[in-house]
């Protein structure tokens, strides 16, 4: 174990603890790290406030709807809940005996003006700079009847990416508009997700770089990211890696390899406090590893080639304080 002096210094910019059922006082007493906390529907948004309101050294708030939970989102207010869901599903609910059993679990949507109210009041109320997270497009995520339910029992119906790219480019939108960094899902949509960058850039022009991208528990190939940090029109494309999604990828060595040193983070993605410490140190040892760079067994300023240093001063970057 590193000494609380590093320790202090590491940051896990990616996880869930508000998930858990309850987070002990306990568990937030013997953390020693920071971490970024997500937030992912209309829920979480308050627990992630809270959690930072009350932990303001250790606990750094994003606010932000997940693909996952996009489906609950209307991209027009004052349509029926059945017209909304039969409207959206891929394949037509008409066609799939699946939309019966399912309609009585999913809630009332919200409309999107909701949803960017929503984040504008958290983000005026949060200390640090606006984080928007966790946001994305998920191109294999399938509905499932009750999220928090295990076995989590699964239909048959898709999110169609138009409507997860909605829900993103407004929410992105409002990114650029504050200047804000972002916590990006992209899974198996990489062509989707540069379409997207370029026509925001197209939309916003030099604005587009106040905002800066963080491709969480990237799973994107080596040449993907080597491509998009390449391009000019995005200069801020950062990514971070967990063992949790990343550890099961023969990939993950090589994407380390490939992105810019100036431009990796480490996370957690984990859904419970007490892990993430762990996790992100198993982590920074294989960062450490691959790019060779020395982890510090104590804290010293000028020790700015150290992993901890870093990764510290990509995070700043990647808040925009660098
Ligand atoms: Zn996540």
């Known amino acids: 174990m590193l000494p609380s002096s590093v320790l202090k210094h590491i940051i896990d910019c990616h996880c869930h603890p508000t998930e858990a059922a309850s987070i002990s006082p306990d568990s937030m007493q013997q953390l020693q790290i920071s971490v970024c906390a997500m937030s992912t529907h209309n829920k979480d948004q308050s627990l992630v406030r809270s959690l930072a309101h009350d932990y303001p050294h250790k ?3 994003a606010f932000g709807y997940h693909p996952w939970f996009s489906h609950f989102i209307a991209l027009r207010s004052g349509i029926s809940k059945r017209n909304h869901y039969q409207q959206l599903f891929q394949p037509t609910p008409e066609s799939s005996p699946d939309f019966e059993d399912l309609f009585p679990h999913l809630p009332e949507p919200i409309s999107l003006d909701d949803v960017l109210q929503d984040l504008r009041s958290n983000f005026a109320s949060s200390s640090s700079p606006p ?4 946001v994305g497009l998920d191109a294999i995520f399938r509905v499932p009847y009750d999220y928090h339910a295990s076995p989590r029992r699964i239909s048959s119906f898709a999110i169609p990416l138009e409507h997860q790219i909605a829900v993103l480019e407004a929410q992105l939108d409002l990114a650029v508009e504050l200047g804000a960094s972002v916590s990006l899902h992209s899974v198996k ?11 925001l850039k197209r939309k916003h022009q030099d604005r587009w770089s106040r905002v800066r991208i963080d491709i969480h528990s990237c799973s994107m ?17 950062f990514m971070s890696v967990s063992t949790t999604i990343n550890g099961r990828s023969r990939n993950l ?3 380390i390899t490939t992105c810019l040193p100036d431009k990796l983070l480490i996370e957690s993605d984990y859904n419970a406090i007490e ?48």
């Open 131 to 134: 984080i928007l997270g966790e």
């Open 59 to 61: 606990i750094i708030p």
């Open 253 to 255: 060595r090589s994407l």
């Open 189 to 199: 949509c990489p062509a989707a997700t540069l379409d997207l960058f370029n026509r």
């Open 221 to 237: 190939s080596p040449d993907s990211i080597k491509q998009l940090q390449a391009c000019k029109s995005h200069p801020n494309i």
């Open 275 to 322: 892990p993430s410490t762990s996790q992100c140190l198993e982590i920074l040892g294989i960062v450490a590893e691959v790019k060779g760079w020395q982890i510090e067994t104590d804290w010293k300023e000028e020790d700015t080639d150290g992993a901890v240093h870093r990764l510290e001063a990509n995070w700043k970057a990647f808040l925009g304080r660098a």
